[in-house]
T-cell receptor, first 114, second 109 residues
Framework: NAGVMQNPRHLVRRRGQEARLRCSPM?????VYWYRQLPEEGLKFMVY????????ESGMPKERFSAEFPKEGPSILRIQQVVRGDSAAYFCASSPRDSNEKLFFGSGTQLSVL | GIQVEQSPPDLILQEGANSTLRCNFSDSVNNLQWFHQNPWGQLINLFYIPSGTKQNGRLSATTVATERYSLLYISSSQTTDSGVYFC???????????FGKGITLSVRP
């Protein structure tokens, strides 16, 4: 039973490019969460999704960031026109039903913006 | 929103020592979890413990929901216990898991 799979593990982009981060939840999990971690800081919530629905996006910047979790395929976190301040580790987590259950995290994607 | 305070912020132990990590939260919670982030950045779920006491090997955790705190006990620490320990809580239904700032633990051989 594979865990939460994130790819790529490392992503390097130049300012102005687009970054696409992928997350496949654990088998049987229909809830996905994205978190961002800056160096030496805790994890900050970004967005909570179920299949085809955004439940809570209160932590997402209003511009340039979007997330989806289609009926088929992985969840995608998309960052358009990246800036240096977007450099961070982005973690995805999944749970079977809702946020009141145990969350399992992927290994993260380290985004570096040059 | 809910506040999650962890203490101490940093902890240095000699291998074999015991330690207690504390998490205080400002409101009632439906869910509390402890995570360990190892030096490679991987986050491991240690405990799902909204209340009561659980044990897993050398680790145990206790949450006293009515007094709004949780404790993580590490006994006979090993160098592989090094990393950052996060407490995270969910204050209500369909609310997001909110993390504390973490406790950095270094276990020296």
């Amino acid at each position: 039973n594979a865990g939460v799979m994130q790819n790529p593990r490392h992503l390097v982009r130049r300012r102005g490019q687009e970054a696409r981060l992928r997350c496949s939840p654990m088998k049987g999990h229909s809830h996905v969460y994205w978190y961002r971690q800056l160096p030496e800081e805790g994890l900050k919530f970004m967005v909570y999704l179920q299949k085809e629905n955004i439940i809570d996006e209160s932590g997402m910047p209003k511009e340039r960031f979007s997330a989806e979790f289609p009926k088929e395929g992985p969840s995608i976190l998309r960052i358009q026109q990246v800036v240096r301040g977007d450099s961070a580790a982005y973690f995805c987590a999944s749970s079977p039903r809702d946020s009141n259950e145990k969350l399992f995290f992927g290994s993260g994607t380290q985004l570096s913006v040059l | 929103g809910i506040q999650v305070e962890q203490s101490p912020p940093d902890l240095i132990l000699q291998e074999g020592a015991n330690s207690t990590l504390r998490c205080n939260f400002s409101d009632s919670v439906n869910n509390l979890q402890w995570f360990h982030q190892n030096p490679w950045g991987q986050l491991i779920n240690l405990f799902y413990i909204p209340s009561g006491t659980k044990q897993n090997g050398r680790l145990s955790a206790t949450t006293v929901a009515t007094e709004r705190y949780s404790l993580l006990y590490i006994s006979s620490s090993q160098t592989t216990d090094s990393g950052v320990y996060f407490c995270a809580v969910v204050p209500g239904a369909n609310s997001k898991l909110t993390f504390g700032k973490g406790i950095t633990l270094s276990v020296r051989p």
